[in-house]
């Protein structure tokens, strides 16, 4: 016989008929209900066991986490809480599960502890749904961008120049780590390398999108990026997926427009396909948030939130009027900011992003024009000489959900910052023939794919919503 999914048998049309069944064991009560997941759906299904004629020792082996086999008659069910139920005919263990040992008890356990399970910890609901929501949205961001003429490019994660300068890079060698080669001056001598250089793992496929930008006209990248920045917050990660547009001919205006509707698309997606997992992490986000003091407490439900986020335009403003925004605001004026707002051209903190978000428009920010010294060296130059033509989408309770920017297409001027900022021209002579050969405005942004599940989930913290969680001094698993 084929073997169906839970989701397929309550959707309730293959009642009477006889089924084939095959997952783990949530729980077993009264030695005669077996509650069944197989991961298709947040839903067990119910599945009665007639124990007379199920000897002994098979009995005891019917544990939490065991896998089973059962095939059966779908019938509709007499209790409650349930349409159909599972009328067991024949049981098979598949692969046993001692229970005294078993770490995912059927009961609440903290984040913290399945963090440290990180294996087992898809087994909850909470990481099920969360893991069935960041499928989903991976899907939907395919879908945006196929759907809308954009060619997905496969960037390389090796990368030989670190020219970006998005974050501390990790190194790849080949080198023997106890006795590499040396240069006269005992430095390490990558010429001796498998590159024959030194390379690094990416922290962004940008500089490499924009040359494919430049003779496909729209693309983006969808793959991991590494930064080896040392900073333990609920929002880093040290490896973590970035969604990278970049379209010719865009300028900064069309790059917002595009980040706006690509980010509505995937949530009205979310929002259409993915109701039982969001249901259940509404309902976590509520107990969450229960303990919190009622001041800190957030005012929408989750599914409100999206919807807000959905059936809102984000506030666009430039850099100076948020600096006066924030320089003139009582938080600042009272000393509550870590770092003051004075001088402008300061780099803004999380705290600052998140008072303009939270505290003062309440939706989602765009932010542009930024002081050209706190932002890349390959964003483009106002007229005024001091600003770029940078863009920061923020969110609520997250902070930046994406950076982007229109590109410097002026050869002479791009050769300037490089100058300026001390970096090799001859590591972007590759870059630098997109200006010489048919150079055009171009413009593009990066999302933090874990941030936008994040903001999806209700989830608080960017390890819970990306399986295997890198960060400093965390590599297990
Ligand atoms: O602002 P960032 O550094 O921009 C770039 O890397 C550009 N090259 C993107 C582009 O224009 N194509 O990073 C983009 C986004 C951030 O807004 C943030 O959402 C996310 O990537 N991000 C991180 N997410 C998790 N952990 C980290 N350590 C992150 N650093 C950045
Ligand atoms: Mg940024």
């Not at 990660?237 to 865009?250: D, G, H, K, S, T």
Request: proline share 3%; with cysteine; hydrophobic share 35%.
């Amino acid at each position: 016989m084929k073997k169906t999914s839970v989701l397929e048998l309550l959707k309730g049309e293959k009642t009477s008929q006889k089924v084939l069944l095959k997952g783990w064991v949530r729980t077993f009560r009264a030695n005669r209900f077996i509650s069944i997941n197989d991961g298709s759906t947040l839903n067990n299904i119910q599945c009665v066991l007639n124990f007379e004629n199920t000897e002994e020792a098979v009995l005891k082996r019917i544990a939490t986490g065991a896998s089973l086999s059962v095939e059966g008659t779908l019938v509709e069910s007499q209790g409650k809480g349930q349409n159909v139920e599972i009328q067991i005919e024949h049981l098979q263990i598949l692969g046993d599960s001692n229970p005294e040992e078993y770490p995912i008890q059927p009961k609440r356990h903290s984040l913290e502890f399945l963090r440290e399970n990180a294996h087992l910890r898809i087994r909850t609901n909470t990481f099920a749904a969360v893991m069935r929501v960041r499928s989903a949205l991976s899907f939907a961001i395919h879908q945006y961008f196929q759907e809308n003429g954009f060619n997905h490019v496969h960037t390389p994660i090796i990368t030989g120049s670190d020219a970006e300068g998005a974050g501390e890079m990790f190194g790849v060698s080949a080198l023997n780590k106890n006795t590499p080669p040396r240069k006269e001056d005992g430095s390490i001598d990558f010429s001796k390398d498998f590159f024959g250089k030194e390379t690094h793992l990416t922290v962004s496929g940008q500089l490499e999108a924009e040359t494919y930008a430049m003779a496909l006209g729209k693309v983006y990248t969808f793959g991991p990026t590494f930064r080896a920045e040392n900073s333990n917050t609920s929002r880093h990660l040290a490896e973590f997926w970035m969604v990278e547009p970049e379209v010719a001919f865009n300028d900064l205006n069309d790059n917002m427009d595009l980040s706006e509707s690509f980010i509505k698309y995937t949530l009205k997606y979310i929002l259409e396909n993915c109701r039982k997992d969001l249901e259940f992490l509404e309902q976590r986000l509520l107990q969450e948030e229960k303990a919190k003091p009622a001041a800190e407490r957030s005012e929408m439900t989750l599914t409100e939130k999206l919807k807000f986020v959905l059936e809102n335009e984000f506030k666009r403003i430039s850099y100076t009027e948020a600096f006066e925004i924030l320089r003139n605001c009582k938080a600042n004026k009272k000393k509550k900011f870590k770092y003051p707002i004075v001088e402008w051209g300061v780099d803004l903190q999380s705290e600052h992003e998140r008072y303009l978000v939270e505290k003062h428009f309440k939706s989602p920010v765009i932010l542009f024009d930024y002081p050209a010294a706190i932002k890349a060296f390959y964003m483009r130059l106002n007229e005024d000489g001091k600003t770029v033509r940078a863009m920061d989408v923020l969110f609520p309770g997250i902070g930046e959900m994406v950076g982007g920017s229109q590109r410097e297409e002026r050869l002479e001027v791009l050769k300037e910052k490089i100058k300026a900022l001390d970096i090799d021209e001859k590591e972007l002579w590759w870059y630098l023939d997109t200006r010489k050969y048919g150079t055009a405005v171009h413009s593009g942004f990066g999302l933090g794919f874990e941030r936008l599940v994040l903001f999806v989930t209700g989830m608080s913290n960017i390890r819970d919503v990306i399986p295997f969680p890198r960060t400093p001094l965390n590599a297990s698993f």
